[in-house]
């Protein structure tokens, strides 16, 4: 299996965003071919470019929404498409204010753990090894890679798991589809976080927020809600940190 982890937002104290979100996009190695030509297939035939990265911060926003309707039209059968593919998504939504940098002290951010130990349950529900595939290089957030590897060999709930290979790899995101839908998904998860939408309705005439509201809906049917802990404890596929915790 291969988990394919990105961010829309991050927590720390001089971003704006407000609720940054953390998503992991997880399928079969066997699917993997189907899943990017599927969206190499839509980006030809919608875009009429194969090479146009996909991403959050282009595509998702009021002004591509208003201007460029053949965006629009690729967004509509972009999230459409997604719910007839074989992947889960999992999700951590943080909540401002952050009170601190990034840590640099070794230790696996805590968001990234909560996804880890999902595609674990998943992995191990499916009978299959899980690769984490992180968008960018090792060094980010003071060294992601080594943190990785310290948590699954130095850390008991890492050393416990049995369905993570032993170690991450980072791609790139101009030629991962992986990554692109991942980017994607964590951007329409913060907007809806962001604005509140779970909480209340965009207002009349807004089809901005009526979009983002209605791909959040089919996203929010990708995930599992299923997946206990062998201690017992519900691992429900979007999760929401605590106010301020790192």
Not at 57 to 63: A, K, M, S, T, Y
Not at 123 to 131: D, I, K, Q, R, V
Not at 203 to 223: A, F, H, V
Request: with cysteine; hydrophobic share 40%.
């Amino acid at each position: 299996m291969l988990a394919f982890i990105d961010e829309s937002g991050h927590p720390h104290p001089n971003d704006p965003t407000k609720r940054p979100v953390v998503v992991a996009v997880c399928f079969s190695e066997k699917d993997s071919r189907r899943i990017s030509g599927r969206i190499h297939a839509l980006k030809r035939d919608l875009l009429n470019s194969e090479r146009i990265e996909l991403k959050g911060v282009n595509l998702l926003n009021r002004r591509t929404h208003r201007v460029k309707r053949d965006y629009v039209g690729f967004l509509e059968e972009f999230f459409s498409n997604l719910l007839n593919l074989p992947i889960t998504v999992f999700a951590v939504v943080m909540e401002a204010p952050f009170l601190s940098a990034e840590n640099q002290d070794g230790y696996l951010p805590d968001r990234f753990r909560y996804l880890i130990q999902r595609i674990e349950l998943l992995a191990e529900a499916n009978n299959e090894m899980a690769t984490i595939m992180f968008d960018g290089h090792p060094n980010l957030y003071g060294g992601l890679g080594w943190k990785f590897n310290s948590f699954l060999y130095r850390h008991e709930e890492g050393r416990a798991y049995t369905s993570i290979t032993d170690a991450p790899a980072f791609v790139d995101s101009e030629t991962s589809a992986g990554i692109q839908i991942a980017d994607m998904v964590a951007s329409v998860i913060r907007q809806y976080e962001t604005e509140e939408l779970f909480r209340n309705p965009p207002p009349p005439g807004d089809l901005y927020l009526l979009s983002i509201r209605r791909w959040y809906r089919i996203i929010e049917q990708m995930t599992r809600n299923d997946l206990v802990s062998h201690e017992g404890y519900d691992r429900p596929g979007f999760f929401r940190m605590a106010v301020g915790e790192r």
